[in-house]
């Protein structure tokens, strides 16, 4: 039999005397997350149930509210991202700062531990990881013991983050001394109740209701963009620039299939079929890393799957071995276990990676699976939620209502029953369509829940500056411009009111003018209101329209009152094209730049095309590019990449 290689094997020179000093210990372990996004919270709860199913006592802390005294345990574990110019969490910025200046009370706390850092980050970036890279240093700088290797995972692999995660943690547990995790050990039991009532959202969520969707785009090229506008409970309020955080649901299509296939049963023999209608009670026993509901609701078997586990989610080999033990098929229980053996990498990768493959796509192939219900919660992974930056105002458009500007994500994959190309719909974004496929249809059934959605609300980097007199540049690429419309609205509310605003310039990157349709007249409300200069760069139209089919006029001022347009460039070629009004906005005191748009190359080219801005503006080089460091230092720049 093939010996599987462990990625992360221990370093410390005595692993027995770590392991001892783990039982030895009354003291929690505690896992410290990072977060600008929530991922590394996530991310933290689920490492903390799978301690608990290790019998291992764990305490997460925010690192915004650790303090020397939760590190008197012998061991931490920390979990961090990194974001475009190399950058720590926001949270962590008072935390970091206080280990780079060697603070003796921390380096006395940190002193002679055990610690890991598992580090999320983008290939995309030439700085990838440095946040993990820097605090793995900085521990043993300061003189504590590495357990094993600090884990570098790049979040935009086909197949997800998941599965990487995943081996990190059964091997932090093995190098603890931790044989295996109880797999048998169910965290819930289950009810069956006969009448559909209306439910509590998941703990933290509130409700959120779809009121209308508009297509802004045509449907001649990919990343097709759509209008949203929804309700929010009144005890919910949001701010300009802030995210939403929507938890969707599987598509109809795919809860169908799992339904038809027959795979999920309500009692531990696999004799009661659990059907879609049924009504269950959730008794959850372990509270951590999960989202299940804690209230004492009942709720359907369709609501329960569809809700709280990620059908789409990307096949990681975790969840084929967990699998493999409920195939009732000899030859699928094999093959299910082969493929899930981390020593059969290239067989999974050929199989589910080079072509993507769905998790809901399995109980297809696979179809001699019978698994209750309980089980089938714990292995598929949870649902999460996905943040989208909201395009409103509450000044302006009111307090129960939010708009976004959603674009579209389609990909090819494959049917693993048939072997067939199919183009799959991203979750959400596919969710969200499907909803509004509903629009003043609801049916109070466990299909639809009235046309309603738990989400939530979270800060952004791009919020509104405190002061509204601050000079502000704005770059966006694509439905980037989302959060800097919020901006826009909030800015135009507060002129209403007579507020004074200090200048604001927009530089907005998209493909064709059919990618936004109407909403481009739009650009110039801000113009005309004295609310924003705005620059639009169209990259694949390379002439300008014929005359009176352009119902944005091209303007060539310096300060103009409508949209000015460069065709045939990028979003850097309109900043160097308007490097006066640029370099006027650079020299302002406290001027601030944001920038939302795609990682890549378009961000990391940003820096050396402000440089020449400033240079055609008549600053030197070397003047340039000092400015631009004391942005930095300053913390006045804003990035969110994705």
């Known amino acids: 039999m093939t010996q599987s290689v462990k990625a992360y094997p221990f370093l410390g020179s005595n692993q027995e005397e770590f392991i001892q000093s783990l039982k030895n210990s009354v003291v929690p372990v505690p896992i410290i997350f990072a977060t600008q996004t929530q991922t590394c919270k996530q991310l933290a709860n689920q490492l903390a149930r799978y301690f608990q199913s290790g019998q291992i006592k764990a305490k997460i802390i925010d690192v915004a509210a650790l303090t020397p005294e939760d590190l008197a345990g012998p061991f931490f574990v920390y979990l961090t991202c990194t974001f475009f110019m190399g950058d720590h969490p926001k949270s962590a910025l008072q935390f970091v700062g206080k280990l780079r200046e060697n603070d003796p009370v921390w380096a006395e706390a940190i002193k002679s531990k055990y610690f890991s850092v598992f580090g999320i980050g983008s290939l ?42 995943q081996e990190w943690m059964k091997d932090l547990l093995d190098n603890m001394g931790i044989d295996k995790v109880e797999e048998s050990q169910s965290l819930y039991e289950t009810k069956v109740q006969s009448k559909y009532p209306f439910i509590a959202p998941p703990k933290n969520y509130f409700w959120c209701k779809l009121l209308e969707r508009k297509q802004l785009s045509d449907n001649v090229v990919d990343g097709i963009q759509h209008y949203y506008k929804f309700e929010l409970p009144a005890t919910n309020p949001y701010k300009a620039g802030q995210h939403i955080a929507i938890m969707p649901r599987n598509h109809r299509q795919v809860m169908n299939q799992v339904f038809q296939n027959k795979i999920i049963y309500l009692d531990d023999e696999c004799k009661q079929l659990a059907e879609p209608e049924q009504l269950v009670k959730m008794n959850v026993l372990a509270q951590e890393g999960s989202n299940l509901p804690l209230s004492n609701d009942f709720y359907s078997v369709w609501d329960l799957i569809a809700q709280y586990t990620d059908l789409h989610s990307m096949v990681n080999q975790n969840v084929l071995a967990l699998l493999a033990q ?24 050929k199989k589910f990676v080079q072509t993507p493959s769905k998790i809901g796509d399995l109980f ?19 649902m999460r939620h996905r943040l989208y930056s909201i395009a409103s105002s509450p000044k302006l458009i009111g307090n129960q209502f939010l708009e976004l500007i959603v674009t579209d994500v389609q990909w090819d994959g494959i ?17 969200l369509y499907e909803l509004s496929g509903q629009l003043g249809d609801y049916q109070s059934t466990y299909f639809d829940r009235q046309g309603m959605f738990p989400a939530q609300i979270h800060e952004s980097p791009l919020e509104p500056p405190k002061d509204p007199k601050t000079p502000v540049i ?80 091209m303007t060539r001022g310096k300060r103009p009152e409508t949209v000015k347009i460069t065709y045939g460039g990028h979003v850097t070629k309109s900043i160097t094209d308007n490097f006066e009004v640029f370099g006027d906005h650079m020299t302002a005191p406290n001027n601030l730049i944001l920038y939302c748009g795609k990682a890549g190359k378009i961000p990391e080219d940003l820096t050396e095309t402000i440089i020449k801005a400033l240079i055609k503006y008549g600053i030197t080089e070397q003047e340039a590019r000092k400015m631009w460091v004391q942005y930095l230092e300053q913390g006045r720049i804003f990035f969110e990449a994705w």
């Open 124 to 165: 995309k970036y030439k700085l990838f990881c440095k946040a993990s890279d820097e605090l793995d240093a900085k521990f043993t700088e300061l003189g504590a013991n590495r357990v094993m290797r600090v884990s570098r995972v790049d979040r935009n692999v086909p197949q997800g983050y998941e599965p990487q995660f």
């Open 326 to 349: 409920f195939a009732r098929d000899e030859n699928q229980q094999k093959e299910l276990k082969m493929l899930g053996d981390t020593a059969h990498s290239d067989l999974f990768q």
């Open 364 to 382: 297809q192939s696979y179809n001699s699976l019978k698994i209750p219900l309980h089980r089938f919660l714990e292995i598929v992974p949870p």
């Open 415 to 431: 049917n693993v029953k048939t072997g067939e190309t199919v183009q799959q719909r991203g979750l959400c974004t596919g969710f």
């Open 474 to 553: 704005s770059i966006a690429l694509g439905s980037g411009y989302a959060p800097f419309r919020s901006l826009l609205q909030e800015r135009l509310a507060l002129s209403q009111q007579g507020v004074e605003l200090g200048p604001m310039c927009l530089f907005l990157g998209i493909r064709r003018r059919a990618d936004y349709g109407d909403m481009l007249e739009e650009l110039n409300t801000w113009c005309k209101n004295g609310i924003s200069y705005t620059y639009l760069a169209i990259s694949r139209e390379s002439e300008t329209p014929a005359e009176g089919a352009d119902n944005i006029p």
